[in-house]
Structure formats: structure tokens, C-alpha cells
T-cell receptor, first 111, second 118 residues
């Protein structure tokens, strides 16, 4: 059974810092790994999707990497801004074609 | 990418009543899902809404408590029945954008419905 965990659970950084969010999954036989952003009380916004055959995807200041063999994905945020403050969720698609979500990382970027 | 709307955006309901949440997508999609996000928690899949047939429920969720309809490829409803305070959550509709032959299964989410049961 796939389990997805995210470390750290919460993170507070000053504006301008580069930061890395971690996502671990127990079953390496995944099809996709998707990163989302969730603002308080809101739905999820898709940030990046990495297919199992890919190692990374980039969008603007965001870069997501995938290492299936070690069961890890990272989301790198460059030059963080207060507007980046949100909860970041990763989700792994495997086996039964259902996404299993991680526990999330609450990010606060201080001005 | 699909654009998804949900109604209502939030509601406060009394114990023992039922609430139906609507999900509308701007394009035809094969897969639609309903998730629950309890306060401070991550997302838990309730069921897959199947067009023209009964929904497929995950372990711990039953049709009597969460009846789902999917009359066509752009619309679904989730009813939370006989509510208790433990049902207070955000309920999220999502769709999967599955590109034929490309192997992509990207999910998109609606804005969610924040339910409070008193």
C-alpha cells in the first residue's frame, strides 16, 4: 500500500531564500508524481507533474525532481516571495490509478 | 486544463440534515473524484464518480452516507447524509485530464466546499 510523507511539516523562511520541500513514497512503482499548492480554505492548484520516465520538471521559479529508485521527490523554490506562502502537497499515482496524497508542508515566507 | 466549479462554496448545517454539493467541469472528462480534507489533514479519496453507473467507494466510505451521482461527463454531485460534527471538512471535486496515449494522468481540483456541521 502506497504511503506518501512530506518533510518538513512546516517551514518559515525569510523572503529571497531558496528552499527545498521533500516528498517520500514507499512504492516506487509510480506512474506520476504531482505537486500542488493549497491556499488556506481553498482548493488545490496543480504546480508540476513529473511522469515516471522523467527526472525533473521546471516552471518559472519552481523545479521538481523525481528519483523513483529512492522513493523521493523534491520541490525547489528559488528566490522565495511572501506570495509563495501556502501548503504544498505532493501526490503519487500508482497501481490502482488513484492519487495518494502526502501530509503537506506549510510554508510561510516572511517579508 | 479543465476549469472546475463547485457549489456551494461553504455552508453551515445542522446535525442530522443532508447537503448536496455540485461539481461542474467546463469540458468532458472521463474521471471525476470526490475527496475529503478534514481540518489540518491531507486529502482522502471518498469515491470515483462513474458516468452511467454506481460510484466506486474507498474503504471506510459507503453509498448510504455519501451518495454520488454522475449523469454526464461534465457534472457530478456528492451528498453528505445525516450529518454529524465529524463530517465538518472541505469536500473537493477533482477531474483527471488523461491524454490518450501520452500516459498523463494530471488531476485538477475544484475550489472546494467548506462544510461546518453544528
Amino acid at each position: 500500500k502506497q504511503e506518501v510523507t512530506q518533510i518538513p511539516a512546516a517551514l518559515s523562511v525569510p523572503e529571497g531564500e531558496n528552499l527545498v520541500l521533500n516528498c517520500s513514497f514507499t512504492d516506487s512503482a509510480i506512474y506520476n508524481l504531482q505537486w500542488f499548492r493549497q491556499d488556506p480554505g481553498k482548493g488545490l492548484t496543480s504546480l508540476l507533474l513529473i511522469q515516471s520516465s522523467q527526472r525533473e520538471q521546471t516552471s518559472g521559479r519552481l523545479n521538481a525532481s523525481l528519483d523513483k529508485s529512492s522513493g523521493r521527490s523534491t520541490l525547489y523554490i528559488a528566490a522565495s516571495q511572501p506570495g509563495d506562502s501556502a501548503t504544498y502537497l505532493c501526490a503519487a499515482l500508482s497501481g490502482t490509478y488513484k492519487y495518494i496524497f502526502g501530509t503537506g508542508t506549510r510554508l510561510k515566507v516572511l517579508a | 486544463s479543465a476549469v472546475i466549479s463547485q457549489k456551494p462554496s461553504r455552508d453551515i448545517c445542522q446535525r442530522g440534515t443532508s447537503l448536496t454539493i455540485q461539481c461542474q467541469v467546463d469540458s468532458q472528462v472521463t474521471m471525476m473524484f470526490w475527496y475529503r480534507q478534514q481540518p489540518g489533514q491531507s486529502l482522502t479519496l471518498i469515491a470515483t464518480a462513474n458516468q452511467g453507473s454506481e460510484a466506486t467507494y474507498e474503504s471506510g466510505f459507503v453509498i448510504d452516507k455519501f451518495p454520488i451521482s454522475r449523469p454526464n461527463l461534465t457534472f457530478s454531485t456528492l451528498t453528505v447524509s445525516n450529518m454529524s460534527p465529524e463530517d465538518s471538512s472541505i469536500y473537493l471535486c477533482s477531474v483527471e485530464d488523461r491524454l490518450a496515449g501520452a500516459g498523463l494522468h494530471e488531476q485538477y481540483f475544484g475550489p472546494g466546499t467548506r462544510l461546518t456541521v453544528t
